[in-house]
């Protein structure tokens, strides 16, 4: 029974609010799911204070109803954003990443990092579609048919999306052009590995070694995803910027990366938090038992000895995971 449920956070639900899905309590005593509100009601101020002072905490949701609740989510978010003053964005757009994680974590209930993780893909291209007006499902759909036997490049792609979508907006990047770029870079950015035989993509989302020659060959790979871009797509957002956000995520702030060992201040702002992204993304595919501080930490460590990582921008993940618990 309990696998049908998820848990929400009471204060995630607005009162006076029409809601598409329904909306459970736990009865401990009796064991039990107990329907509160029926999809299509509102809540009231009065019940939702009703039950804070009886201290509950959360409420549940079917399973099968999560896409609505994540929609309700975004949808929130974007309508405050519309209404918000000009001078209050950037800290609005951090606390609407801060609310993500924290829907999250809560939707996740201490799974492993494989669900956490496709949570909030689910959530962030829901959060793409309705805070920026881009339908990235429908450009995900048509890679997918473009290139076939690149499925777990593209989940890797769309995890990357996720995380730097969600990166960005905690470093207070709120502008609907930067974020529609971050998104697209990140999404199209290791689609030239479709071009090199399989053992790269494997070697890479495991994390081995390459030999020197197979390295010559895998650093191709940022110049073969635009080349493969020029061909598929036909699209106003793919920008200059974009452009770079693809070729410079494997650089690094030591000059020691690729393809073209660029220094600190030469590599955008945005390719860097890709870079951070694409790490704790192959972390979680290598390892479900790890947790994201975890990884966090591995990283500021990396970066203490390689200078590889931007280091706001992890700590920027690492403050944020305490607040959002």
Same mark, same amino acid.
């Given at each position: 029974?309990?696998?049908?449920?998820?848990?929400?956070?009471?204060k995630?639900?607005?009162?006076?609010?029409?809601?598409?899905?329904h909306?459970?309590?736990?009865?401990?005593?009796?064991?039990?799911?107990?329907?509160?509100?029926?999809?299509?009601?509102?809540?009231?101020?009065?019940q939702?204070?009703?039950?804070?002072?009886?201290?509950?905490?959360?409420?549940?949701?079917?399973?099968d109803?999560?896409?609505?609740?994540?929609?309700f989510?975004?949808?929130s978010?974007?309508?405050?954003?519309?209404i918000?003053?000009?001078?209050?964005?950037?800290?609005?757009?951090?606390?609407?990443?801060?609310?993500?994680?924290?829907?999250?974590?809560?939707?996740?209930?201490s799974?492993?990092?494989?669900?956490?993780?496709?949570?909030l893909?689910?959530?962030?291209?829901?959060?793409?579609?309705?805070?920026?007006?881009?339908?990235?499902?429908?450009?995900f759909?048509?890679?997918?048919?473009?290139?076939?036997?690149s499925?777990?490049?593209?989940?890797?792609?769309?995890?990357?999306?996720?995380l730097?979508?969600?990166?960005?907006?905690?470093?207070?990047?709120?502008?609907?052009?930067?974020?529609?770029?971050i998104?697209?870079?990140?999404?199209?950015?290791?689609?030239?590995?479709?071009?090199?035989?399989?053992?790269?993509?494997?070697?890479f989302l495991?994390?081995?070694?390459?030999?020197?020659?197979?390295?010559?060959?895998y650093h191709?790979?940022?110049?073969?995803?635009?080349?493969?871009?020029?061909?598929? =797509?036909? *699209?106003?957002? +793919?920008?200059?910027?974009?452009? %770079?956000i693809? @070729?410079e995520?494997?650089? /690094?702030? $030591?000059?020691?990366?690729?393809?073209?060992?660029l220094?600190?201040?030469?590599? =955008?702002? *945005?390719?860097? +938090?890709?870079?951070?992204?694409? %790490?704790?993304? @192959?972390?979680?595919?290598? /390892?479900? $038992?790890?947790?994201?501080?975890?990884?966090?930490?591995?990283?500021?460590?990396?970066?203490?000895?390689?200078? +590889?990582?931007?280091?706001?921008?992890?700590?920027?993940?690492?403050?944020?995971?305490m607040?959002?618990?």
């Amino acid at each position: 029974m309990e696998e049908n449920f998820l848990p929400i956070i009471i204060k995630d639900i607005i009162p006076n609010q029409i809601l598409d899905f329904h909306i459970y309590i736990y009865l401990p005593i009796n064991k039990k799911y107990i329907k509160f509100i029926n999809a299509n009601d509102t809540i009231s101020e009065e019940q939702l204070n009703r039950l804070k002072i009886q201290k509950f905490e959360k409420f549940f949701i079917q399973t099968d109803e999560k896409h609505l609740f994540n929609r309700f989510i975004c949808t929130s978010i974007r309508e405050k954003f519309a209404i918000c003053p000009e001078c209050e964005k950037e800290l609005f757009i951090k606390k609407a990443a801060q609310k993500i994680l924290e829907s999250v974590n809560t939707l996740s209930n201490s799974s492993d990092i494989y669900t956490w993780n496709n949570n909030l893909v689910e959530l962030s291209t829901i959060l793409i579609n309705e805070l920026i007006g881009v339908n990235i499902t429908d450009l995900f759909a048509q890679l997918s048919r473009s290139l076939t036997n690149s499925t777990n490049i593209l989940n890797h792609s769309s995890s990357c999306m996720a995380l730097s979508i969600i990166i960005s907006m905690l470093n207070g990047i709120y502008q609907q052009t930067k974020l529609t770029e971050i998104a697209f870079g990140a999404l199209l950015h290791d689609i030239g590995l479709s071009k090199l035989p399989e053992i790269f993509t494997r070697k890479f989302l495991t994390q081995q070694l390459f030999t020197d020659e197979e390295a010559r060959e895998y650093h191709r790979h940022p110049h073969e995803s635009i080349l493969i871009l020029g061909k598929l =797509l036909k *699209s106003t957002h +793919i920008t200059p910027n974009v452009t %770079r956000i693809i @070729l410079e995520h494997h650089e /690094n702030l $030591s000059g020691t990366g690729f393809p073209k060992k660029l220094s600190a201040k030469q590599i =955008l702002f *945005s390719s860097q +938090i890709l870079a951070v992204a694409e %790490r704790i993304s @192959l972390e979680m595919f290598n /390892n479900r $038992s790890t947790k994201l501080d975890w990884i966090i930490s591995l990283l500021l460590h990396e970066q203490d000895e390689n200078n +590889i990582y931007n280091k706001e921008i992890l700590y920027q993940i690492k403050n944020n995971l305490m607040i959002a618990g």
